[in-house]
């Protein structure tokens, strides 16, 4: 891009200030830590060994009893299975248990130690990637946070909107949406556009490509997701925090759950406003220094990222080899070996985000993150990482197959009934006087089965003791009394939707160790209201599987039908629970009786009632383009001036079969609509490329632009 395009103000970013970023192996040698200004050496230690030690009492216990439930007299090979799978099950809601247990501790001690804070020095950057997104509600949320940081922040930060958009239509639409807010105030908080046209290494990539043009010129990058939301506020504490402790490398903020209207997305806002705060309580105060990345709504130290966050590209073919899919457990990893601190501040208020709209659309992202954390097995002996990110990389591996693990316990626990019924006992298989009977221990089995249940719900039991006992909390979620039902309605809808996930996730697990790539696909951002036949192509395997173990059950024995009703109720419901579960209509109908209303919802923050405000200002703008997307450019001579400046002056000499398509049709229609008739995809995205193709639009334009100084002509 040369001088004359920058000068104009058409461009859309400023100058550049490379950073090298190298790419680094996936075993190296660990650097040694940075000296921290603030320590929290003596509790972290004690949190350890709290989770440790508690997490292993309760395996130990559970292992006993379940052991003293099936070893009466004799324990077969099949019970002998049935122990394992249970003691690797117990292990796992134990580890969750003591977490949460932790989390309540420190949520209930009266005397918490504030993170310190330090003015920054320089702007930070904030950086929202973009893959096939909605551009009217992401300009929504940038303008919100923007008006917020000139009021209260002014020069302290930029935004840069980076866009991996790979669809023409959605492409337009997109520049079309964000051009009218870009190089505006440029002193006190600048908006800057690129869209990338290759998108090698997806998200990671795109923000690894910012890193090497543009990182230089920003101490630290703030990065969000496209339904991300902060508030000035916690935009500054976070860039104060880092200034505080120049040993860190990155602090991830809780982010918050907001703007949910369906019935699956208002359970996750319950359940994330309510009992999330209590695990993350316990998360952060035994990882320490060493904590994780969720891949956005965090703070970055720049060079820190630069100089550790090059991901080597694994070995063999996707799903586990190739470029790293879920970089953000990588990134920290890494940062933490090469002697950065990451750390997770939960108190750090207005950080948000918004969740999927219903089961089918969890299911969908279930499978990229399941093949991305499943990709993870490659660094969980790399050399040099810290015991807590292995940690990290080994509660990501497990949290997909513990449902294969679940499943498996389920499918022994069947066969151990047909046993049972079919296979007569031999009383007399030695040469004792005393037979020999099959004895199974119904009253220990019942009191394991309570304590388990208590651990499974002791989170969900915690989140509303803590919110009981703060009056003001208490009070956003509607008092007492409603707080109490929501908590109830959270754990029975819950328990109906868990043996669908169970089994959804046990299909993923499978589907990726057959060797499947899930691909590159953009996340629902709509009310995932799903048609009846989409949820019964989805779910039509869940609903087989359970009347199969409901009848099976029965025909074995009616207690064991009883005992398996809460996971083959869901299962052969699932079909009309996956529907209820999206759609704003029904899920705001909760709403309207007063459930399920967040504390957001009732009492909304600031920033968050800006974000409405600017979506119902901005509403106009998704119906604005037609369904012919070039046709902006031709009514719009400012827009196709804008985009041209956009586009390299120098152009690749390779053959491009779709370039030269473009330009026949282009030469030979007689309107935009003749043209648009006839464009496939990759034409359509040749013509919005190319500055030598861009310019033959000018045929159609009501006023040439010449393309020299971008100006309208007669």
Known sequence: MNQTTQNSGLYALPNEAPLDMPRHEVNEIRQTAKKQNQHFFVTTLLSRLFV?????????YGAYEMYAVLSTNHITWLQWLFLALFCVNFTWISFAFTQATLGLLFKLAPFKRKRKELDATGVTAILLPVYNE?????????????????????????????????????????????????????????????????NAERKAGNVAEWVTRFGNDYECMIVLDADSLMSAECLLSMSRRMAAEPSLGLIQTLPTIIRADTLYSRIQQFANQCFGPIYAAGLTTWHGNASNFWGHNAIIRTKAFAEACGLPILPGKAPFGGHVMSHDFIEAALLRRAGWGVRFDTDLQASYEEAPPSLIDVMVRDRRWCQGNLQHKAFVKAKGLHFVSRMHLMTGIF??????????????????????????????????LFPNWPVFDFEKARSLFIVSMGLVLAP???GWLSALLHW????????PIMLTLDTLLEILVSALYAPILMFSQFLVVMDVLRGRDSGWKPQSRDDGANKWKEATRAHIYHTILGIGLAVSSYFLSPQLFYWSMPITFGLIFSIPLSWLSGGSKRGNLLSKLGFLKGPEERRPSEIVTRLENKLTQLEQHSSEL??????????????YAWHLAQLPEQESNQFDRHKVCATWLIEHSDSIEDLMAHLNEQEHLAIIKYRSLFLRLSKFLPEKVTDTNHKAYA
Request: overall charge positive.
């Open 460 to 462: 969900k039991l915690y």
């Open 134 to 198: 909605d551009p009217v509600r992401i300009r929504a949320s940038i303008e919100a946070m923007h008006e917020d940081l000139l009021e209260k922040a002014p020069g302290k930060f930029a935004f840069f909107i980076l866009s991996d958009t790979n669809r023409a239509e959605n492409s337009i639409k997109e520049k079309h949406t964000f051009y009218p807010i870009l190089n505006r105030n440029t002193e006190a908080c600048p908006i800057y556009y690129r869209r990338r046209l290759n």
């Open 626 to 639: 037609s369904n012919i997307p070039l046709r902006a450019y031709i009514n719009n001579v400012d827009f």
């Open 399 to 432: 949290s997909y197959f513990s449902a294969v693990f679940w499943f498996a316990l389920i499918s022994v626990g069947f066969a151990l009934a047909v046993q049972a019924y079919f296979v007569k006992p031999d009383y007399f298989n030695n040469l004792s």
């Open 52 to 60: 440790f030690l508690g997490t292993l009492g309760l395996s130990a």
């Open 472 to 479: 003001q909390q208490c009070r956003k979620f509607g008092g």
